[in-house]
T-cell receptor, first 115, second 117 residues
Framework: AQSVTQLDSQVPVFEEAPVELRCNYSSSVSVYLFWYVQYPNQGLQLLLKYLSGSTLVKGINGFEAEFNKSQTSFHLRKPSVHISDTAEYFCAVSGGETSGSRLTFGEGTQLTVNP | GAGVSQSPRYKVAKRGQDVALRCDPISGHVSLFWYQQALGQGPEFLTYFQNEAQLDKSGLPSDRFFAERPEGSVSTLKIQRTQQEDSAVYLC???????????????FGDGTRLSIL
């Protein structure tokens, strides 16, 4: 079975500071990895995805993530955050022989950007 | 619109009532997923359709939950004899993906917030 662990439930930062949201996964087979963002009372919006190839993935809104197979991690980073980045962020995994294309999510990290 | 549409946005029901939640996927999307998101949690998989075929319903928590997609487009998630633990946001997602393990991203609707009193 696959699982995703988001190591921080809440991350407060000041505007224009860098941020890293941590994600670890477990799976016995190759998987696809995703980061989604959820604003209040809205659905999830895809930030970026790792399928194969380069381990550094760039997404929308200036976010990027690095896939580390040996550490089974997929941490999300942004060099300078804005107030508008305040939201819940979810790491997710799909793929594998049993789960197919369904997504398995972590419990989320609430990013709060303060002025 | 161009996105996934869910209705109603909010639903309040008394314990024991039946409810039906609707999902309109993006036109042409073959795959459709339902997820349940409890307060403060990540979404959890409920069921998956490829066109009209329900290929995976392993995430449905009990036989009170039923989903259908009879014409391979609109889907309905029905919950019978609702209980308080059914209170959650129900998210629908669609994608172009066909079959297992394909990399097409899932596009999510804004969800239906279900409250059982």
């Amino acid at each position: 079975a696959q699982s995703v662990t988001q190591l921080d439930s809440q991350v407060p930062v000041f505007e224009e500071a860098p941020v890293e949201l941590r994600c670890n996964y477990s799976s016995s087979v190759s998987v696809y990895l995703f980061w989604y963002v959820q604003y209040p009372n809205q659905g999830l919006q895809l930030l970026l995805k790792y399928l194969s190839g380069s381990t550094l993935v760039k997404g929308i809104n200036g976010f990027e993530a690095e896939f580390n197979k040996s550490q089974t991690s997929f941490h999300l980073r942004k060099p300078s955050v804005h107030i508008s980045d305040t939201a819940e962020y979810f790491c997710a995994v799909s793929g594998g022989e049993t789960s197919g294309s369904r997504l398995t999510f972590g419990e989320g990290t609430q990013l709060t950007v303060n002025p | 619109g161009a996105g996934v549409s869910q209705s109603p946005r909010y639903k309040v029901a008394k314990r024991g009532q039946d409810v039906a939640l609707r999902c309109d996927p993006i036109s042409g999307h073959v795959s459709l997923f339902w997820y349940q998101q409890a307060l403060g949690q990540g979404p959890e998989f409920l069921t998956y359709f490829q066109n009209e075929a329900q290929l995976d319903k392993s995430g449905l928590p009990s036989d009170r939950f039923f989903a259908e997609r009879p014409e391979g487009s609109v889907s309905t998630l029905k919950i019978q004899r609702t209980q308080q633990e059914d209170s959650a946001v129900y998210l629908c997602a669609s994608s172009l993906a066909v079959g297992w393990g394909i990399d097409q991203p899932q596009h999510f609707g804004d969800g239906t917030r279900l409250s059982i009193l």
